[in-house]
């Protein structure tokens, strides 16, 4: 990328950051990305400004079920909150740059922490459908580098430190507030996936040696960027299925959503009692 490339990609980010700030006048610090069957956190923010991802420019369209595909800004607990409902995915034919590109806008925006949510099958046998897990750490070895290319100096530098990338006073935070509501949590790695198809066998052996207990198609990328923007992060997964090492009848997107559904009470409480905490 020539420096008229990024240029160009300033550029949009900006755009689009404008747009935005014409259709709400909150200004929110915390931003979340609700993942598949998870978006019924967004119905939960009160004076909502609901706005399509459609009408954003250059914002990535997603056209996956179980995806709003919508920019809530509104309120919890009279604290203004960002969340997207929904996200674009690399296996819909778009590069990792592109589906960040919400992060970063929401950077522009004055976002300083960031909830990234998922659905994802456990690769863990200790784990349940149904379970929440707060994310430690991920594997992103099958993740192309969303900071690939020359470096955009406006949000971070060239090098970004991962040791702790997901924040560990928010971990410690998600867990207090899950000991409270007396819901289960589990803790470990996300490991990712490019999708679209789900893993065989021998991938999740191989995820399973290398020290994942879950695996999704989401996350990394955008936990990545965030860390780049110098944001704080908490990663929560919404555990759908076990992945086909321990499953006959295979895996549906269909159970995927349908498990999400009925966890979701569980997972808004949780959200509920953390977000006013970061």
Known sequence: MDHTGKESIIAAIREAAGYIRTKTAKKPAIAL?????????????????????????NFPRSGVAGHGSKLYIGELEGIPVAVMQGRAHYYEGYDTQTITFPIRVLALLGIKSIVLTNACGAVNKHFSPGDIMIIEDH?????????RGINLDDFGERFVDMSAAYTPAYIETAEKAAKELNIKIQKGVYGYWHGPTYETAAEIRAFMALGADVVGMSTVAEAIVARHCGMK??????????????????????EVMEMGRLTADRFIALLTKIIPRL
């Open 233 to 254: 992060i908490l990663g929560l997964s919404c555990i759908t299925n076990m992945t086909c090492i321990y499953s006959k009848s295979g895996t549906s997107h269909e």
């Open 33 to 57: 990305v609700l993942g598949s069957g998870l978006g019924a956190f967004a119905e939960c923010l009160v004076n909502a400004d609901i706005i399509p991802f459609d009408d954003i420019p």
């Open 139 to 147: 594997l992103s070895f099958f993740c192309p580098s969303p900071l």
